[in-house]
């Protein structure tokens, strides 16, 4: 790229219209959607992919795009690099609307912006090595230069020694590790990882979502990620957006996501993480009580509004009686404490009522399920 290109890139012309149209709030923005909609023809007439997407990602933050398949969320990502061209709206990068980057503005922003893959996308005749040089060698980057990038970057992602095997060589985790240094190589300020890990086991996920979190980290990069898996958000992501049929139907901080989702598809992704009530319970249930011996089970919710992590002996003292713990747990996600618990409580002085509010000083949300023998 040359430092002309370069100044291009960085320096355009202001639009007035951008100027006025963002509250300067949103100014700082690293990445912004602004009325974003993408119509693809079908077979039976046009569709809509996207809707009047609103966003704005910050610099620095590793931000989830999540939704059921056909969502809308690879359409979405691709617009950032001009994959996809928008059909309305715009997108901005530092302020800049890149729908109008000629072919030469183009090739500059790609350079600056990363991307991975879920299947890799590695060249099979290719040693580890050669797949990471082979960017810079296209962009007529010195040799020397490229030997001293290639082995920093083999070292980053924990390859130094696998530099001369090809992938078929390779597990699923050190493919992916090439394709993450591979597109480091140009130095991004944004990576963009479309299902990076969906074709990873849970142990080679976590690694991988640990090595992101460190390039973002030592690199300050900004990480753009799209996944169905909330396990993923929750593992690495500070904030999330939720996709259906094109729209954003909710967003915000994972943990307050994660602890009180509004949405119906939130609560549906959200549902395999959470401890559903147990079957040989729920045939147990009754909704009144047969005898004084009988236990009222609650079941405490605790979405993140309370950072300090519920006090379970002064808890258990408040509701009286025995109290037996049934299932559930509390984590903490950004510094707030989420989860659930299920109790039984037998032998209170208190009735259901009083014991749900006598709890609910603890949890955000108390549910009175029942009572078992």
Known sequence: MTAATQRRLETPAPHKAQQTELHPALNSAHVRFIGLGKTYDGKQGPVAALHGID???????????????????????????????PSSGRVLIDQIDIGEFDEDRLVALRRRIGMIFQHFNLMSAKTVWQNVELPLKVAGVAKEKREQKVRELL??????????????????????????????????AILLCDEATSALDPETTQSILGLLREINQRLGLTIILITHEMAVIREICDRVVVLEHGRIVEQGPVWEVFGNPQHEVSKTLLAPLQHALPPELQSRLQPQPRSAEDAVVLRLQFT??????????????????????????????????????????????????ELQQRAGRWAQQVEVLGYVV
């Open 55 to 85: 966003l704005a990602i910050q610099h620095g933050e590793v931000f989830g795009i999540i939704g059921r398949s056909g969502a809308g969320k690879s359409s979405l990502i691709r617009t950032i690099n001009r994959l996809e061209q």
């Open 304 to 353: 993140g509004a309370a950072q300090a992590e519920p006090d379970l002996a002064a808890l258990f003292a408040a509701l009286g009686g025995r109290v037996r713990l049934l299932q559930g747990g509390v984590e903490r996600i950004q510094g707030h404490a989420l989860g659930q618990l299920l109790l039984a409580v037998t032998g209170s002085s208190h009735a259901a009522e």
């Open 155 to 188: 070292e980053l992602v924990g390859l130094q020694n696998k530099h001369k095997a090809y992938p078929a060589q390779l597990s699923g985790g050190q493919k992916q590790r090439v394709g993450i240094a591979r597109a480091l190589v140009h130095d991004p």
